[in-house]
């Protein structure tokens, strides 16, 4: 697929007929795409669990949020990239704060800012939305670009305020470490779109044994193994298992402070069993 260049009013109106910037969940099409820009990082797609579809994230640490947002069980909806369209009302937000409206370069097109992630969360039984745009603290910090970034930032948040969505931060690497999205992304390499549901009674009679087994002094690699023999299972699927815990909650690990390695010295876990909750603190 082409990479998108705005040139012109007509160029807006063309993707919007397409459709980017609209829909939900697997009808979705995010404003920018991976190949629409230069990488921040390392741009990718990735299938998604709860929307069925592929979603488009520009650095390291949009993905790691995203693998975050996928893990949390009060998020039912995430669309990246999504559109904040230079609309009159838009446009007087940013004359009131004194910002200057960024545009397209060598035009006078009003740009379409893009908020990194627009989520849909169910609380309680109530839906509501959530804005998270991703930085990395040396943007945020840099002398010569920093003040700018803080701006537009600043007019992004305004924006969302005038149409009643609040809930809106700054998402940085200081929330989502390395060690949590080594993590999360090893965690959900378990859970595959296509793979066939797993028996709740075997993974609670697997439960109960890694319960007993879990120590310390040993190896993960070594205690997954001895659960696995006394299952009668393969290792590998011994492996699939104990991450499909995690995943659900069942087990619950340190995972931005604890990396996870097969070879490393069995994690301390708390054994929280099959029905658990996730707790939304858990998700910034």
């Given at each position: 697929m082409r990479k998108r260049h705005f040139r012109t009013q007509a160029d807006i109106d063309h993707y919007v007929k397409q459709g980017a910037g609209q829909g939900e969940a697997a009808s979705y099409m995010p404003w920018v795409r991976v190949q629409d820009v230069s990488s921040r990082g390392r741009s990718r797609k990735s299938w998604g669990l709860k929307t069925q579809?592929?979603?488009?994230?520009?650095?390291?640490?949009?993905?790691?949020?995203?693998?975050?947002?996928?893990f949390s069980d009060e998020v039912v909806d995430i669309r990246e990239q999504y559109p904040i369209f230079p609309t009159e009302i838009a446009r007087k937000v940013a004359i009131d704060l004194g910002i200057r409206y960024p545009m397209y370069a060598s035009t006078k097109l009003h740009f379409v800012m893009t908020s990194d992630f627009l989520v849909t969360l169910e609380r309680d039984g109530q839906r509501c939305l959530a804005v998270r745009t991703c930085k990395y603290e040396q943007e945020l910090a840099d002398p010569a670009r920093g003040p700018r970034?803080?701006?537009?930032?600043?007019?992004?948040?305004?924006i969302w305020y005038k149409q009643d969505v609040s809930d809106w931060k700054v998402v940085t690497e200081k929330i989502v470490t390395?060690?949590?999205?080594?993590?999360?992304?090893?965690l959900r390499k378990s859970i595959k779109h296509d793979n066939p549901p797993i028996d709740a009674a075997k993974l609670q009679c697997f439960l109960d044994?890694?319960?007993?087994?879990?120590?310390?002094?040993?190896?993960?690699?070594?205690v997954l193994r001895s659960v696995a023999s006394t299952h009668n299972l393969p290792y590998s699927e011994g492996v699939a298992m104990f991450a499909r815990l995690v995943w659900e909650k069942a087990i619950k690990i340190d995972l931005a402070g604890t990396h996870i390695d097969l070879h490393s010295a069995c994690p301390a876990m708390q054994m929280l069993g099959l029905r658990h909750n996730f707790e939304p603190s858990e998700v910034a």
């Open positions: 579809r592929l979603h488009h994230t520009l650095s390291d640490l949009e993905y790691g949020y995203f693998l975050l947002l996928e970034v803080i701006e537009k930032l600043e007019l992004e948040k305004a390395p060690t949590l999205t080594d993590n999360l992304d090893w044994t890694l319960d007993s087994a879990a120590n310390c002094e040993r190896t993960l690699s070594s």
